[in-house]
Structures are given as structure tokens and as C-alpha cells.
């Protein structure tokens, strides 16, 4: 992991809440897959704000890697982004893939959107559960072919239409959640599956995480995550990792 430049080429406003930046980037980044992400940082802007941000991906071209960033950020083409990276290991998907349910828990699905072009790519279905704050995600710039599903209970946001059926189709199922309270909304969504199915089989549902990383190379120890087999650095073997495997809070 390095530090390199990057030079906006082109921003495009995609809805009243997300803007989609095109940056012009070196070979090292143009490796860049499903679940990684760089840490970002305007380059006239040395210390400020001190931790660089965590900019995720949605999508990558010849040259280009594309990011979605929230409109209440102001960028200017032909600006120089210093960048840190890359950040994580990619989703381990399984090597035969039908379908993959994608889930945004009271946040943006942004750190999944990545995968969308890849497994669409590739023949997998693709279905996105929408749930809590998350149902606010304006999708219409997806492609049609993404199955797009909304919560349907208020007093419970972890329910949708055809929820035991989705799940049992899926080959797989990655989660995001609201990155200030990680662990509670991953023990609800762990709590619920628990409830649906009557055993949660490895490497099957990933929640991927994303604690605030100041150096993003395993060094400050500030992204541990106990694991069943001891302790884990999120910016080194994340971000996604078996729901099943991690030591989550009990239930209030």
C-alpha cells in the first residue's frame, strides 16, 4: 500500500444527495476489486481534516475508478486527490455463484455497489435489500437488472417482502451497516437470520465493516475486531467477514 495522486476528470450529479467523481489513476490502483477502497484526502489539503477519508468505489475503467461521494461535498474538476491504498482484500465470493443479496441497514449500500457490475458481468443475480434509514437510497441510476427491494415494517426495520425466500436463494449475502453503532446493527441482523433460518451456514452472510481507519495498514490497531480465533485488523483482512465467526454484543 502506497500513496499516489489522482486527478478528477469528470463529476457527475447523480441525484440531490449523490455525486459520482471520476478519477484518473495509476496502474496500481486500476487493480482495484469488489471491497476494497483507498483513503482519500484533497493534496492541497495536507492535514486537514487529519484522517483522510475512506472513499469506496462503484465502479472501474481503463484509467478510471469511479466513486460515489454525498453532494454536500464540494469537488472541482481538475483537482489532486491524494490517495492511500488499497485498503482490504476483496469479497470472497464463491467460486459458483446464482444469485447474491445485497443488504443496506440504515445506511447508504455505497461499499456494495462495486460488486454489481462484476456480478452482473458475470450472469448472478443480484438483489438489493433497502432497510431502515437505507430505504432513502435513490436507486433509479442502477442497472435494471438489480432486483431493488424496500423494508416493509416500521416497528421492525429488518423485514422485507419474500425475506425467507431471498434468503434462501442467495448464495451468498454481504451487509452494511451504519458505521457508528457496527456492532449492535450486526448482532440484530445476525439475531434475525438466526430467527428465519434454521442454520446460518459459513461463508455464507458477510457484514463488512468499517471502523475509522487512521493509517489503514494494520499498524494503530485502532480497527481490531475479535474473531472466534482471536483478534482481527479490519483494514488488513476485511472489511467483509463471516457474520458467524465474530463475537458480537449481546442483545439489550
Given at each position: ?8 476528470a ?7 444527495k449523490?455525486?459520482h ?9 486500476q487493480r ?29 475503467r ?16 481538475g ?20 444469485n ?18 462484476w ?23 442502477l442497472?435494471?437488472?438489480v ?23 442467495a ?10 453503532d ?12 438466526r ?30 475486531l ?13 472489511p ?13
Amino acid at each position: 500500500m502506497r500513496e499516489t495522486e489522482a486527478l478528477i476528470a469528470r463529476i457527475t450529479e447523480i441525484n440531490e444527495k449523490v455525486q459520482h467523481i471520476e478519477l484518473s489513476v495509476d496502474d496500481s490502483l486500476q487493480r482495484m476489486k469488489p471491497g476494497q477502497s483507498f483513503l482519500a484526502r484533497l493534496a492541497s489539503e495536507r492535514w486537514d481534516p487529519y484522517l483522510r477519508d475512506r472513499w469506496w468505489a462503484v465502479n472501474v475503467r481503463k484509467g478510471q475508478i469511479i466513486v460515489e461521494r454525498p453532494q454536500s461535498e464540494v469537488y472541482d474538476v481538475g483537482q489532486i486527490i491524494s490517495l492511500v491504498g488499497l485498503v482490504g482484500q476483496p469479497f470472497r465470493f464463491r467460486r459458483t455463484l446464482r444469485n447474491v443479496l445485497l443488504v443496506a441497514y440504515d445506511t447508504s449500500p455505497t461499499p456494495l455497489l462495486m460488486t454489481i457490475p462484476w456480478l452482473l458481468g458475470n450472469k448472478i443475480g443480484v438483489t438489493l435489500v433497502l432497510l431502515g434509514t437505507g430505504s432513502d437510497y435513490d436507486t433509479t441510476h442502477l442497472p435494471p437488472e438489480v432486483e431493488i427491494v424496500h423494508g416493509l415494517d416500521e416497528t421492525d426495520a429488518l423485514v422485507w417482502d419474500n425475506q425467507v425466500m431471498s434468503m434462501g436463494w442467495a448464495d451468498q449475502i454481504f451487509v452494511v451497516v451504519n458505521e457508528f453503532d457496527e456492532l449492535k446493527h450486526f448482532r440484530q441482523v445476525l439475531d434475525k437470520f438466526r430467527d428465519l433460518r434454521a442454520e446460518i451456514p459459513k461463508n455464507y452472510l458477510f457484514g463488512v465493516f468499517r471502523p475509522v481507519l487512521p493509517c489503514g495498514a494494520g499498524a494503530c490497531q485502532a480497527c481490531l475486531l475479535t474473531t472466534r480465533n482471536g483478534t482481527a485488523t479490519t483494514c488488513i483482512e476485511g472489511p467483509a467477514f463471516d457474520l458467524t465467526q465474530i463475537v458480537l454484543p449481546n442483545p439489550e
